[in-house]
């Protein structure tokens, strides 16, 4: 199985890579710089590039890489990805030969229009929208299609490792416990992670269980996330949908 690698870019993105001793394959390259750093420091040939949306941030590196060494670039039909050889959507598979790696592809719409994550060897890899302790804002799509995507990922097994786009997990999990004040597993995955990004190590991959226990997005049916949401509209809602669109604004404005 290939050891999977944060390369961080930018401010605080990871350009997560799996690789084996020999060959490399790289997921939302932002930039190119740190995957070639990368790939010429270990010995590494690059064999495939993944994409699980549009955004500069995430595809910003693919046609420097592309240039380099052509490669399959896996991304979600209906998105303008760079250099893009394999539009993607909903069921289908990604094989990676050389790492021996397949993943299948899910449909995760609401950050963008046609946001996809890719899940294999026990991992996701699912961009900007699941966050650790967190998720993305929703440009293109509905509230409603954010949390039906999330619901999806949710689904997911406990031990399913979560390897998101951003470290942003310590500021989501500022907002999560005033969300959810007396979550005990949340305190306890502050603390966790306060130590890990002191030792200026990533708080990446989270799980799902860890998730799903901690996530006020994952968690919108919960009696105290829905009256925290409450709390914020001045109103009475509890329509999961309602409390979503509450607390992603909320977040949006804290
Ligand atoms: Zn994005």
């Known amino acids: 199985?290939?050891?999977i690698v944060p390369l961080p870019a930018f401010q605080d993105n990871y350009i997560w890579t799996l690789r084996d001793a020999k060959s490399a394959a790289v997921v939302d390259p932002g930039e190119a710089r740190p995957v070639k750093e990368y790939l010429a420091r270990e010995g590494l040939t690059l064999v495939a590039i993944l994409a699980t949306?549009?955004?500069?941030?995430?595809?910003?590196?693919?046609?420097e890489l592309v240039a380099m060494k052509k490669v399959p670039v896996f991304g979600p039909k209906g998105e303008p990805i760079p250099a893009l050889t394999n539009p993607v959507g909903q069921d289908d598979k990604v094989e990676i030969p050389e790492l021996a790696a397949s993943f299948s592809v899910l449909d995760i719409p609401g950050h963008t229009r046609a946001h996809v994550a890719y899940y294999g060897l026990g991992s996701l890899f699912c961009g900007d929208t699941l966050f650790a302790c967190g998720c993305g804002r929703v440009f293109e799509g509905t509230p409603e299609q954010m949390l039906h995507s999330l619901t999806k990922l949710a689904a997911l097994p406990d031990e399913t490792r979560v390897y998101c786009g951003h470290e942003y997990t310590l500021a989501n999990i500022r907002f999560a416990r005033t969300v959810d004040p007396h979550n005990a597993a949340l305190a306890a995955r502050e603390e966790r992670v306060k130590q890990l990004r002191d030792a200026g190590r990533p708080s990446l991959p989270s799980t799902l269980g860890e998730e799903r226990a901690t996530n006020p997005f994952l968690r919108c049916s919960e009696p105290v996330v829905v009256e925290s949401a409450n709390k914020y509209l001045g109103a009475r809602v509890a329509n999961p949908v309602q409390v979503f669109a509450a607390i992603r604004e909320w977040k949006n404005k804290s």
């Open 1 to 3: 199985m290939p050891e």
């Open 53 to 63: 949306h549009h955004h500069p941030d995430h595809v910003g590196g693919v046609e």
